[in-house]
């Protein structure tokens, strides 16, 4: 039986329209998630991983604006949708984001819990709100006594899952986690990837994490997608994109793993910088980085199939 498409991105624009001019954050991207695989977007900063997550919540702040694209979440083009049947029926109930930075964010002059309530008053739930917060604490493996703490009580981990659980709240069935482990040590970084990895395996939640950190993405993700300056230049299966990788921005990348048994011991760095978002080059983006940049990169690369996904290289074409 074939199975049931999750979530599929076709062509999703989302730009800033600033002063300066206009910024392709999110440049017609496109991918798509079966079932509660979970999937991570990986990129340096500023090519528009967390553009593209606050994308799919609808939730661009000005001069940040969705131009064009199809989310289908289930059968339903959520794209379609009302602001307010949006906000009604899919954001926090359907999908859940933790925001990269969420747990410095939190108000220190309230209680976890009353923050927790506050939400839930939001989405007008009907009562039982206490077990709502008890619940979605546990599921972090909080004790259910923290909501009556204050933030600057609580270790960085701590608020880390205070934030999860927060999105958790209204039982949605896809989360993403923009950068959840970046400001942690080493350490409560593997306890949050764990926890995420429980939730999907206990809940059926669909997790899309979002980190510059590849190595994290290649332990956690069934599939990957590489983002580069607005654009998804490579997606398919981790498995695949770590042992082959296609596009010289992610072959790149992955040479610049550390290895721990790896005899080279040489790390390789990309060199040069992203195109300014302002003023990107036309056709590929990566053009002036690439090892293997010809004339015909001048113009839009074709987003070629593979096995499991896609490559937006000239190379294969
Ligand atoms: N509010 C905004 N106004 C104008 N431009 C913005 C705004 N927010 C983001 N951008 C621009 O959009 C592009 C993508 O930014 P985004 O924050 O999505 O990148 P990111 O991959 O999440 O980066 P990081 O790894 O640093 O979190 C960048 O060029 C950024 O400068
Ligand atoms: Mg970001």
């Not at 002036?288 to 839009?300: G, H, V």
Request: charged content about 20%; some cysteine; overall charge neutral.
């Amino acid at each position: 039986m074939p199975q049931k498409s999750k979530l599929i991105v076709d062509s999703l624009q989302a730009h800033y329209i600033t002063k300066q001019g206009i910024i392709k954050a999110v440049d017609n991207v496109s991918f798509e998630i079966i079932g509660n695989e979970s999937f991570g977007i990986a990129g340096e900063t500023a090519s528009g991983k967390s553009t593209l997550g606050l994308a799919l919540l609808r939730s661009l702040q000005p001069p940040g604006k969705i131009l064009g694209g199809e989310i289908i979440l289930n059968g339903q083009d959520i794209s379609k949708i009302s602001d307010e049947q949006f906000d009604k029926t899919i954001r926090w109930k359907r999908i859940a984001m933790v925001f990269q930075g969420a747990m410095n964010t939190l108000d220190p002059v309230y209680t976890i819990g009353s923050q927790m309530n506050e939400i839930i008053k939001e989405h007008r739930i009907n009562p039982k709100q206490e077990s709502l917060i008890s619940n979605s604490l546990r599921q972090v493996g909080l004790d259910p006594s923290i909501a009556a703490r204050y933030p600057h009580e609580l270790s960085g981990g701590m608020k880390q899952r205070v934030v999860i659980a927060m999105a958790l709240l209204l039982d949605p069935e896809i989360i993403i986690a923009d950068e959840p482990t970046t400001a942690l040590d080493v350490l409560v970084q593997a306890q949050i990837i764990e926890l995420l990895k429980t939730l999907r395996r206990e809940k059926g939640l669909t997790v899309i994490l979002i980190t510059h950190d590849l190595n994290l993405i290649l332990e956690f993700a069934d599939k990957i997608g590489i983002m580069y300056a607005g654009q998804l230049v490579e997606f398919g299966s981790s498995r695949d994109i770590y042992n082959c990788p296609k596009h010289p921005y992610t072959q790149a990348l992955i040479a610049s793993i550390p290895r721990l048994h790896s005899v080279n011991k040489d790390l390789q760095f990309i060199s040069g910088s992203p195109p300014n978002m302002l003023e990107p080059p036309a056709g590929c983006k990566f053009i002036s980085r690439c090892p293997f940049a010809k004339e015909l990169c001048q113009k839009d690369p074709p987003q070629v199939m593979t096995e499991n996904g896609f490559v937006r290289c000239w190379l294969y074409k």
